[in-house]
């Protein structure tokens, strides 16, 4: 009698144990949806669960711990344009041409992200993914480099920073007053429905509110089928504006209203995966381009206890809160290891079963093991550019830097450092206690890995420095 128990049983669990084993697999699963969520200028400590005192952020919160919040996790470079460059093509942007002595692209640049290049939504089209670009763009807004030609079959969003086209009428002051009038008509940036611009200037005021119906709507709309949103908040870059709802709500002011609302975004987006019954098949990243706009005072955020913000190779100005989400496919926690915004190019290729480009050097690696609890991260070391220049390498805990700068301070600032500055960053996230002098061998080191990198890099033509002749 106990025989036949036993077997029933067997015949009754078993394809809930084979269920159960394969819960954390992401070969077990069919292509999952892929969720980018970027945000502009958001500091590493300006969310709660990364340690504001006054900053609410309910659904990043929850979105944390339910999910894998990432403490080391980095971008390709310290201002708009090469970051973009560096997560939408998993390349550095020394290797994609989208750095130069002008440090972004402006309305009067000509260049822009060249089709030679292989974006992550070319690479995951050929998988059968839809894809949308929602947001900020800021790699070319001549027609040839917008989303729609590099993979995006949509595009919703300002195609340059929101303190462009700034038309110094009579009424024009200064930021902070356009910013408390909500005067958002003095930047006269051009809102864009995939070719053609249907409103401007953009009304700032809404233009959180619009960018998270936009993505909704494309997620309801491609359920079906697997999809890639790039959903790129132009927030909190100055200019800040709210919706109505948020004005005048957070105990931080302006500055935590607008994070406020973009925590708001992001629980509109959960919510619908959650509704439609595919949260359990999208993998959700949250993070940013580059770190705080120090320079605005209140109207710029906080790298928490990382030193300085944009515009450098400080950690505060290239690494970033990050949050990774997929309930039951990975496990919730804190990860150290290190990561990129580069890496989420071959982890979606590997997920969606997309070929990864074999025809170029490729700077992303795969996080599957860190997400999946694998094994060691495949990341060792981060190379942290300013323009076309290496200023510091960081390999495994410790950075070295060669050149430091402030983030706007002009050659005054400017300093080579032989032998260069060494922080350990597990001891020292700060960067303020130099400890080169007791570790030449890890100096050594770190300039042999500056020598196979520079021995294989091939530099293009700046496309940020292509600009209509005066």
């Given at each position: 009698?106990?025989?036949?128990?036993?077997?029933?049983?067997?015949?009754?669990?078993?394809?809930?144990?084979?269920?159960?084993?394969?819960?954390?697999?992401?070969?077990?699963?069919t292509q999952p949806n892929i969720v980018i969520i970027f945000c502009d200028d958001l500091g590493y400590g300006d969310l709660g669960t990364f340690g504001h005192p006054t900053i609410r952020t309910p659904?990043?919160?929850?979105?944390?711990?339910?999910?894998?919040?990432?403490?080391?996790?980095?971008?390709?470079?310290?201002?708009?344009?090469?970051?973009?460059?560096?997560?939408?093509?998993?390349?550095?942007?020394?290797?994609?041409?989208?750095?130069?002595?002008?440090?972004?692209?402006?309305?009067?640049?000509?260049?822009?992200?060249?089709?030679?290049?292989?974006?992550?939504?070319?690479?995951?089209?050929?998988?059968?993914?839809?894809?949308?670009?929602?947001?900020?763009?800021?790699?070319?807004?001549?027609?040839?480099?917008?989303?729609?030609?590099?993979?995006?079959?949509?595009?919703?969003?300002?195609?340059?920073?929101?303190?462009?086209?700034?038309?110094?009428?009579?009424?024009?002051?200064?930021?902070?007053?356009?910013?408390?009038?909500?005067?958002?008509?003095?930047?006269?940036?051009?809102?864009?429905?995939?070719?053609?611009?249907?409103?401007?200037?953009?009304?700032?005021?809404?233009?959180?509110?619009?960018?998270?119906?936009?993505?909704?709507?494309?997620?309801?709309?491609?359920?079906?089928?697997?999809?890639?949103?790039?959903?790129?908040?132009?927030?909190?870059?100055?200019?800040?504006?709210?919706?109505?709802?948020?004005?005048?709500?957070?105990?931080?002011?302006?500055?935590?209203?607008?994070?406020?609302?973009?925590?708001?975004?992001?629980?509109?987006?959960?919510?619908?995966?959650?509704?439609?019954?595919?949260?359990?098949?999208?993998?959700?990243?949250?993070?940013?381009?580059?770190?705080?706009?120090?320079?605005?005072?209140?109207?710029?955020?906080?790298?928490?206890?990382?030193?300085?913000?944009?515009?450098?190779?400080?950690?505060?100005?290239?690494?970033?809160?990050?949050?990774?989400?997929?309930?039951?496919?990975?496990?919730?926690?804190?990860?150290?290891?290190?990561?990129?915004?580069?890496?989420?190019?071959?982890?979606?290729?590997?997920?969606?079963?997309?070929?990864?480009?074999?025809?170029?050097?490729?700077?992303?690696?795969?996080?599957?093991?860190?997400?999946?609890?694998?094994?060691?991260?495949?990341?060792?070391?981060?190379?942290?550019?300013?323009?076309?220049?290496?200023?510091?390498?960081?390999?495994?805990?410790?950075?070295?830097?060669?050149?430091?700068?402030?983030?706007?301070?002009?050659?005054?600032?400017?300093?080579?450092?032989?032998?260069?500055?060494?922080?350990?960053?597990?001891?020292?996230?700060?960067?303020?206690?130099?400890?080169?002098?007791?570790?030449?061998?890890?100096?050594?080191?770190?300039?042999?890995?500056?020598?196979?990198?520079?021995?294989?890099?091939?530099?293009?033509?700046?496309?940020?420095?292509?600009?209509?002749?005066?």
């Amino acid at each position: 009698m106990s025989f036949k128990i036993n077997l029933f049983l067997s015949v009754i669990l078993l394809p809930v144990l084979l269920v159960n084993s394969c819960k954390n697999s992401p070969e077990s699963s069919t292509q999952p949806n892929i969720v980018i969520i970027f945000c502009d200028d958001l500091g590493y400590g300006d969310l709660g669960t990364f340690g504001h005192p006054t900053i609410r952020t309910p659904n990043l919160d929850q979105m944390a711990e339910e999910g894998q919040k990432w403490t080391n996790f980095y971008v390709g470079a310290s201002v708009c344009t090469p970051s973009r460059a560096a997560l939408i093509t998993g390349r550095l942007p020394i290797r994609n041409g989208m750095c130069g002595n002008r440090r972004v692209l402006f309305p009067n640049s000509i260049g822009g992200l060249q089709k030679s290049e292989i974006t992550i939504a070319e690479a995951l089209k050929t998988s059968g993914y839809a894809t949308a670009c929602v947001g900020k763009w800021h790699l070319g807004h001549l027609p040839e480099y917008l989303p729609t030609n590099h993979g995006f079959d949509s595009y919703f969003g300002i195609p340059y920073s929101n303190d462009m086209d700034l038309e110094r009428t009579e009424d024009w002051v200064n930021h902070d007053h356009a910013m408390k009038e909500r005067k958002y008509q003095f930047y006269n940036v051009p809102l864009m429905r995939d070719r053609e611009i249907i409103e401007r200037p953009a009304v700032q005021t809404t233009i959180t509110k619009r960018y998270t119906e936009e993505s909704v709507k494309f997620i309801r709309e491609n359920k079906e089928n697997p999809f890639f949103l790039y959903l790129a908040h132009n927030l909190p870059h100055i200019p800040l504006y709210t919706s109505e709802a948020f004005q005048d709500t957070s105990l931080r002011g302006l500055y935590g209203d607008v994070i406020e609302e973009i925590d708001w975004s992001v629980g509109q987006v959960l919510e619908t995966l959650r509704n439609e019954g595919l949260a359990e098949n999208t993998m959700v990243v949250f993070t940013s381009d580059n770190g705080p706009w120090l320079v605005f005072d209140q109207h710029g955020g906080s790298a928490g206890l990382l030193r300085e913000g944009k515009g450098t190779t400080w950690e505060g100005g290239m690494r970033e809160p990050t949050i990774f989400w997929w309930p039951g496919m990975i496990n919730p926690g804190v990860v150290a290891d290190m990561g990129s915004t580069m890496d989420l190019f071959p982890t979606a290729c590997k997920l969606a079963g997309a070929d990864f480009p074999a025809d170029r050097i490729m700077d992303g690696v795969d996080l599957s093991p860190s997400l999946f609890n694998e094994g060691e991260g495949l990341r060792k070391t981060m190379f942290y550019y300013r323009r076309t220049e290496l200023y510091a390498v960081r390999k495994d805990m410790y950075k070295a830097h060669f050149i430091t700068e402030s983030a706007y301070a002009g050659d005054d600032n400017l300093m080579h450092h032989n032998p260069p500055l060494l922080f350990h960053l597990g001891h020292d996230p700060s960067e303020k206690y130099n400890i080169a002098e007791d570790h030449p061998e890890i100096i050594a080191d770190i300039m042999l890995e500056v020598e196979r990198h520079q021995s294989e890099l091939v530099i293009p033509e700046s496309q940020l420095d292509r600009k209509k002749s005066e």
